[in-house]
Structure formats: C-alpha cells, structure tokens
C-alpha cells in the first residue's frame, strides 16, 4: 500500500521560510530517489528537488539556493526546507519516489499547501 502524508505548509509572506515533511510507507520510500513535487493552479506537476538514497540532490533552476531536500531513512521521511520564499513558489506541494512518480497511474498523497504573499 502506497502512503505519503505531506505538511507543513501554510500562508507566508514573501521573503519567509517554511519546512515541508513528508512520511511515506516503508515500500515506496526504498532504494530510489525521493522527490518534492509542486503544481501551481492550472500548471502541471513539476519536480522541484529530488535526493538519492546516498543523499545526492538536484534543484529546479527556479529554487537553487533557496530550497534544501533532505532525508531520513530511518523515518522514511523526507524534507523540503524553504527560505527566501516568491510569491511565484505559491502551489500545492507534493513528495513521491521519484520512479513511482513517472508513471501515469502514480498514486499520490494529499499535498501540502503553500501560499506566499507579495
């Protein structure tokens, strides 16, 4: 059974910082990467950070330097830290294994929802 439980988000004003954590089943956060994952109203899901089992991460060109993924494999947890947040960051956030994610019947949690204020 496949279980993401996404939070931490909320409203904040641009400039400000929130941390995301996601808790996932034992059997989806495994030997791949996990991923943090963002869809801004009438946009398409996007991938905006992504760590390797190592510990190993990527960014979008749009976070770099202000975003921070981490993990905690003994939680099965993943974190999203992010700081100097833009009003354009503004979408519902999402964590998910970044293989299971590709498939078009991909099974999601709830999201998180985060808002900045101009």
């Known amino acids: 059974q496949v279980q993401l439980v996404e939070s931490g988000g909320g409203l904040v004003q641009a400039g400000g910082s929130l941390r995301l954590s996601c808790a996932a089943s034992?059997?989806?956060?495994?030997?791949?990467?996990m991923g943090w994952y963002r869809q801004a109203p009438g946009k398409q899901r996007e991938l905006v950070a992504s760590?390797?089992?190592?510990?190993?991460?990527n960014y979008a060109d749009s976070v770099k330097g202000r975003f921070t993924i981490s993990r905690d494999n003994a939680k099965y947890s993943v974190y999203l830290q992010m700081n100097s947040l833009k009003p354009e960051d503004t979408a519902v956030y999402y964590c998910?294994?970044?293989?299971?994610?590709?498939?078009?019947?991909?099974?999601w949690g709830q999201g998180t929802q985060v808002t900045v204020s101009a």
């Open positions: 998910n294994n970044i293989i299971l994610a590709s498939r078009s019947d991909a099974s």
């Open positions: 034992r059997n989806i956060f495994g030997i791949n990467g």
């Open positions: 760590i390797t089992n190592g510990g190993r991460t």
